[in-house]
């Protein structure tokens, strides 16, 4: 029998035989409240009594919480176990019979300031539909963005002036691997494909006199046109790209003829295209001053962190921050006042060593300060890498038996893909100094399954150089292969033998997947990969198999941070074509997981996985009340349990709260 539901019968089992006594109880409390009892809690004590998934080890389902006046949890249990000895001044939540009290959400991977730019593009915004599922109640008209010049012609783009051919213009989240090349459309004759020359459907399509820097959705690539190489070479047509872009696995890519196609592979290679961009431009003031983002934009930011709280999230995990000032941004927006989410953070490789960024936490620790109320900025306490690029953007690094397929369609020069290092030495080399430190978490970013298999190798060298206290984690872990996945379960229990022929110590080593891979990404996956390679994308199956603690997460711009969204996901595996989404089909049904699996890989285990668990993640006594409360329960949307999986991100958010309190805002 299902845990959970195995308790729920045992708590209702005596709730009839115990209905006079619990109304003879609470009219007592009453009196006793207003007559200034004793006892266990008081003046500042908060009691939510209603059905209560705790998500702790043991799935216990309880009938009521208690929580002090620092936001911390008191008792977990029955009514009577919670309410009895409660003193005077206590504060009641219950809720209505359908709903349920569960741990807030937390988001394990995403990208604040530029999933909060988002909301300042308007037109720029050039996004793909969502599948119709996934549509919120009131979506903009996207049908323009069905094909790539279409959504490139859907830009709204203003006379520049006398500053035209300085002034940047900017869009975001164009997705080729989903949105068709449709020849012939802005006077071109589309002879030539879109990734084999982006600059010329760029001039033709947006601008030719403005400089012009299109970020795609996979946040790995950029498009540019001729302008904006002017822009950045200093007048030239043509310049070498700064050390730092080749250093940094970036590329400017070329043609045959040695000349630029205007695309930008990596992050370190549209980094000088940002630098130049005017800093009005708020995804500019994103790198040359986030706080100034923060601070002129404030309105507009506003609605994307609700849009956060909506979704129920209390925690979320920004996953690299790349300067001093980005971590004082952030920590700026989690001190305001009114924010409804704690947020902890990575910062790069090359932040920590060359900006010489310390490692950080909260300011006090509520389970070693009783006088702590812990605060919404964790710090940044962890190291991100990229080992690869991105899987829909063709530059995921692949080994046997996967390769992106030759077949005229998108990704079919790329092979095996790229990595955004030589080989496996130079990842250890680079982690090394931070690594002795004993001080940091680390997180590497590997969406290829040879990707995947160099940051376990990387791993097992360091754990050799030094046992490391910490957890680490594997961002994405796109690529599925059952072998990997066993290389990872064998590190967790000290197995793995490492190159060298040693045995490598224990390394506790867990997972993180975008599964939205598998929803948005799925059936051009099956086109790039092949049927059988596509549906061992994000392979829960083989983590449960090996052992391996995974949670599932956003990676927000790329995906939309609903974690709803991620459950029914992960639980339905189902997946849409583009454009019309008239095709769907579930994507490689072995690894759908229960709603409970889906409900703790966004609460229990992204909290394990950032080292946040002792204050967040379930609800258990000594831990932070961070709660969310939904319309209805999802675990009984499980099939086990008769219910309809496909209706669980249709759910309510009603509310959420931090240490106890709601959050500013209603729904």
């Not at 919670?82 to 504060?91: I, M, P, Q, W």
């Not at 690539?221 to 696995?249: D, H, I, M, Q, W």
């Not at 190291?383 to 953007?393: P, R």
Request: charged share 20%; hydrophobic share 40%; with cysteine.
């Amino acid at each position: 029998m299902n845990r959970y539901l195995r308790r729920e019968l045992l708590v209702h089992s005596h709730v009839l035989a115990r209905a006079v006594v619990s109304a003879m109880a609470l009219a007592l409390l009453a009196s006793c409240a207003t007559k200034g009892g004793g006892g266990t809690g008081g003046a500042g004590t908060t009691v939510f009594v209603g059905k209560i998934v705790t998500l702790d080890d043991q799935g216990t389902v309880a009938e009521a919480v208690s929580v002090d006046g620092l936001g911390r949890i008191l008792k977990v249990g029955t009514e009577q176990e919670v309410t009895d000895g409660l003193g005077s001044g206590v504060e009641w939540v219950r809720l209505q019979p359908e709903q349920v009290l569960m741990p807030g959400f937390i988001d394990p991977h995403m990208h604040l300031l530029p999933t909060l730019a988002q909301n300042l593009l308007g037109t720029h915004n050039l996004a793909p539909c969502l599948p119709p599922p996934y549509r919120l109640d009131t979506p903009k008209d996207c049908s323009t963005h069905a094909d790539l010049l279409s959504a490139l012609q859907s830009m709204q783009v203003k006379s520049a002036g006398a500053n035209a051919g300085k002034e940047f213009v900017l869009g975001m989240n164009l997705d080729p691997s989903r949105q068709q090349f449709v020849r012939g459309k802005c006077g071109v004759s589309g002879e030539v494909p879109f990734m084999k020359q982006p600059k010329l459907y760029l001039d033709a399509c947006v601008s030719k006199d403005r400089p012009v820097l299109i970020l795609d959705q996979s946040g790995h690539l950029a498009y540019v046109n001729e302008k904006a190489f002017e822009v950045v070479c200093k007048g030239a047509r043509k310049c070498k790209p700064p050390e730092s872009v080749t250093a940094n696995g970036g590329r400017w890519v070329e043609d045959d003829n040695g000349n630029y196609t205007g695309l930008l592979q990596e992050s370190a290679a549209f980094a000088p295209f940002m630098a130049a961009m005017e800093k009005g431009l708020p995804l500019g003031l994103a790198h040359s001053n986030p706080r100034q983002l923060v601070e002129e934009y404030e309105k507009d930011i506003a609605r994307g962190i609700q849009d956060l709280r909506r979704a129920g999230l209390t925690t979320i995990a920004d996953g690299g921050l790349a300067s001093a000032s980005q971590v004082q941004a952030v920590k700026f927006l989690a001190e305001q006042k009114d924010f409804p989410l704690r947020v902890t953070a990575l910062v790069t490789h090359d932040a920590a060593t060359q900006g010489n960024i310390q490692q950080t936490g909260p300011s006090c620790d509520p389970s070693k300060d009783s006088q702590c109320k812990l605060p919404k900025w964790l710090g940044a306490g962890g190291i991100k890498l990229w080992v690869d690029g991105s899987t829909q953007g063709c530059t995921a690094l692949l080994g046997p038996p996967y390769v992106y397929l030759a077949d005229g369609g998108h990704c079919s020069d790329a092979k095996e893909g790229e990595a955004d290092f030589a080989n496996v030495q130079a990842i250890v080399d680079v982690l090394s100094p931070l690594w002795a430190t004993k001080s940091w978490r680390f997180q590497l970013h590997a969406n290829g399954n040879l990707a995947n298999q160099w940051a376990i190798d990387a791993f097992a060298q360091l754990q050799q150089q030094q046992v490391s206290p910490h957890r680490v984690l594997l961002i994405h872990n796109t690529v599925g292969q059952e072998q990997l996945s066993k290389n990872i379960g064998d590190m967790r229990k000290g197995a793995y033998v490492a190159a060298d022929g040693k045995t490598v110590p224990s390394l506790d080593v867990r997972v993180t997947h975008l599964i939205g891979h598998v929803a948005y990404w799925g059936a051009a996956f099956k086109d790039m990969l092949g049927e059988e390679g596509a549906r061992n994308l994000d392979p829960m199956a083989f983590d449960r198999r090996y052992g391996i603690p995974f949670s599932i997460h956003s990676d927000s711009m790329v995906t939309p941070a609903r974690p709803l969204w991620f459950v029914e996901q992960a639980v339905t595996r189902r997946t849409w074509a583009y454009p019309d989404f008239t095709e769907t089909f579930v994507l490689g049904p072995e690894h759908v997981v229960t709603v409970e699996e889906a409900l703790r890989a966004v609460t229990v285990e992204p909290a394990r996985q950032h080292e946040i668990d002792q204050w967040v993640g379930s609800i258990e006594p000594g831990k932070v009340a961070d709660f969310v409360v939904l319309g209805a329960n999802p675990l009984d949307y499980d099939k086990a349990r008769g219910g309809d999986p496909t209706q669980i991100s249709r759910i309510p958010v009603i509310q959420t709260y931090l240490n106890g309190r709601a959050t500013v805002g209603g729904n």
